[in-house]
């Protein structure tokens, strides 16, 4: 996609690359935006950034289900519209300075991440180990 991804007037989710080895890759040299509709927000398979230029704006809350490759590129995310990572992405590859999401990430899963995020310039990845399960009981 060189230009924005729009699924506004969809009345149900949307998978992009759903096939095995589909990927969607976003290659614009101007910022580009991922708009949808609330109720049903797109879902990615495999997703490239790629960005010659601008960054990827989310303005509708956006999961990759499978692997993300940030080569460069920034993408900003917020509260309303979050970034979610499904418990198929094991690791976000080529994250760096010019490469990562700037803004709340949300990882499905339970093994041991490393969140591919950054701000202003400056990548700075959060890890975290998998967590354990912890039980409790009531006092009796």
């Not at 729009?6 to 910022?31: H, Q």
């Not at 990615?44 to 692997?67: A, E, F, Q, W, Y």
């Not at 300075?97 to 990430?105: H, Q, R, W």
Request: glycine share 10%.
């Amino acid at each position: 996609f060189g230009g924005d991804i729009l699924t506004d007037s969809s009345t149900t989710a949307i998978t992009f690359a759903n096939s095995g080895a589909g990927f969607v890759t976003l290659n614009g040299n101007t910022t580009q935006q991922i708009r949808g509709h609330l109720l049903f927000p797109p879902v990615i398979r495999r997703m490239i950034v790629d960005k010659p230029g601008g960054d990827v704006r989310l303005n509708v809350p956006v999961t990759v289900s499978h692997s993300l490759n940030l080569t460069p590129g920034i993408v900003y995310s917020n509260a309303a519209n979050l970034f979610t990572l499904g418990s198929s992405v094991a690791t976000v590859t080529n994250v760096s300075n010019t490469s990562y999401v700037e803004g709340p990430v949300r990882k499905i899963g339970n093994a041991a991440f490393t969140f591919p995020v950054g701000a202003n310039g400056v990548y700075r990845p959060i890890g975290m180990t998998a967590p354990s399960i912890l039980s409790a009981r009531p006092p009796k």
